[in-house]
Each structure stands twice: as C-alpha cells, then as structure tokens.
C-alpha cells in the first residue's frame, strides 16, 4: 500500500458474529465508528465470528467491501468454528474488492493467514506490518487442551521476509490474536512503575500453550509493536523491553463485555519511523 504521513491504522477485535447477533444493530455501531475514525487500513485481529453461518460470514465480507475501506483480517481461535469448511472465510477474502489478503493454500505453513503488508512510499518501505495466524486450540486425548501459538515455522517464514530487506529501514508492526507470555510481565511491570504504559487487565490473559520465545524472536526481527485481541476485557498499550504491547478494544457488545471497553484502537504511522506510545489512542464508545 501506498504510505502517507500520518497514515492512520484502526485495529477492530473480537467482533464475535454468532447466530444470536443482531447483525442491524452491529453494523450500525461498526459503521458509525469506522466512519468517524476514518483509517487508511483497517486491522481486523481475529475472532470475527463463534459458530456463525456462512449467510453471517457473507454479510461481514459485504458490509466491509461495501464501506470501502482496505482491511486487513487475520484468525482467531474461533473463526472456524462455524457451518461452514475451514477454507470458507479465506475464500471470501480472496475474493473481497477490499481485503489486503492473498491466500496461498499450499504454503506448508502453519494456520492460514500468515502475511505482510509493506506500506511504501516511492520504492522505499516506510512500515512493515505482519499479519499473523496465532492458531485456535491444541487437542490432547480428542479434547480441547489449551489456546494455540504462533509456531517455530511461521517465525522462521517472517524472519526470512526481515532478512530479504536487512538493508532496508523500516518500522515493523504485528497483527495477531492471542497474547504472548510477555503480556504477563509488561502488566505486572506496569503496575510496579517500572515501564510506561496505559490501561487495564481484568482478566489474566489467555495465553497459548508454552512460551516458545515469539517475544524475542520478534524483537530481533525489529518488531516495535505488537497488537491482539482474545481477552474481551483487556485493553493497554504498555512498552516493554523496547518493544510495545498493546490488547485491543473489543469491538462490538457481542458476548462477554465491559461495556465501557467497547470502540476500538487507532495507530498513527509517522513519517520518520518513530512509533512510540504516543501514537497509540484507546476510542471507548458507547454502546446503545
């Protein structure tokens, strides 16, 4: 994508279209606040939808084609968990008029939506944005285990992609759902005063199954933001170890809630690469 100053990123979560979603009113909310935010790319950070219906999956990808407005969308752990096969939503995205998503089956890469988007000016690379499938669940013995993780194959992709442009300076941003370990310590750091941060947890958050080192492995790839969804009432925005760490608001009223951590995540991309805390603003909207 072409980069502008300024350029505006508006990070969606956790919309949660169920059978029981009164998809007039969603909508409604989801329109008024994306118009009002009025992003260059909108980043969608999984959990969409929790056993929806392909008419429901087909309503969400005709209502975002027809705001018009660029978007990127990655899984949760529950977007496949619906009536329809576990290609039916990277279908639709392949073939939305806006989605900033390519889909290449045959990859042999872990999950589904494992991609980059390079925001450019000219040839130069001004932002590197990772989109990042965080996986569902870990089975043991036929039964849900625990949450999944980004594995050791998807960080080696990445960090081949980072060496391709080692010579190359840019900023790099990650997109995904499930919170790393580290989300743990930069709260409790927080807390103690030690780092600089905003925000809550009423909730600890759900991580995957074992820390396989994605923190460090992404702050060697030049990684200076990360931002997920998953723990419905969370939101922060906390550096740690240089690096920032940052819960999205959930996006609609759809299941579990705080209603006063409803609205959604804006980033603001400086021209010089600059990204700090300061970028980052919470927009809380009430839910009527």
């Avoid at 329109?31 to 087909?58: C, H, M, W």
């Avoid at 977007?79 to 989605?99: C, I, M, P, R």
């Avoid at 807390?191 to 995957?208: L, M, R």
């Amino acid at each position: 994508m072409e980069y502008k100053d300024n350029f505006k990123i508006m990070q969606l979560t956790d919309i949660h279209f169920s059978l029981p979603t009164d998809m007039e009113k969603q909508f409604k909310f989801l329109e008024t606040n994306i118009k009002t935010s009025n992003p260059d790319l909108i980043a969608i950070t999984g959990d969409s939808f929790f056993g929806a219906t392909k008419r429901q999956v087909d309503l969400f990808f005709e209502f975002f084609d027809g705001l018009g407005y660029p978007y990127a969308f990655v899984n949760g752990n529950h977007d496949h968990q619906g009536s329809y096969d576990s290609y039916y939503v990277e279908t639709k995205l392949n073939n939305s008029k806006t989605a900033v998503f390519v889909d290449y089956q045959d990859d042999k890469l872990t999950g589904n939506m494992n991609y980059y988007v390079d925001l450019k000016k000219g040839d130069d690379i001004i932002y590197r944005l990772f989109m990042i499938d965080s996986g569902s669940y870990i089975y043991k013995n036929g039964l849900k285990y625990k949450y999944g993780v980004i594995e050791d194959d998807q960080i080696t992709h990445f960090k081949a992609i980072q060496e391709q442009s080692k010579n190359d300076e840019f900023t790099t941003l990650a997109f995904f759902h499930i919170p790393l370990y580290e989300y743990q310590d930069a709260y409790k750091e927080y807390q103690d005063g030690k780092t600089e941060g905003n925000g809550i947890y009423n909730e600890d958050p759900a991580v995957g199954y074992e820390n396989r080192g994605q923190f460090d492995a992404f702050k060697s790839m030049g990684v200076k933001g990360i931002f997920v969804g998953h723990d419905h009432v969370n939101c922060s925005n906390i550096l740690y170890k240089d690096v920032i760490l940052s819960y999205g608001l959930k996006s609609t009223d759809s299941v579990y809630h705080d209603d006063k951590l409803v609205g959604y995540k804006e980033l603001i991309l400086p021209q010089n690469g600059n990204f700090t805390l300061e970028n980052i603003k919470d927009v809380k909207v009430e839910v009527k």
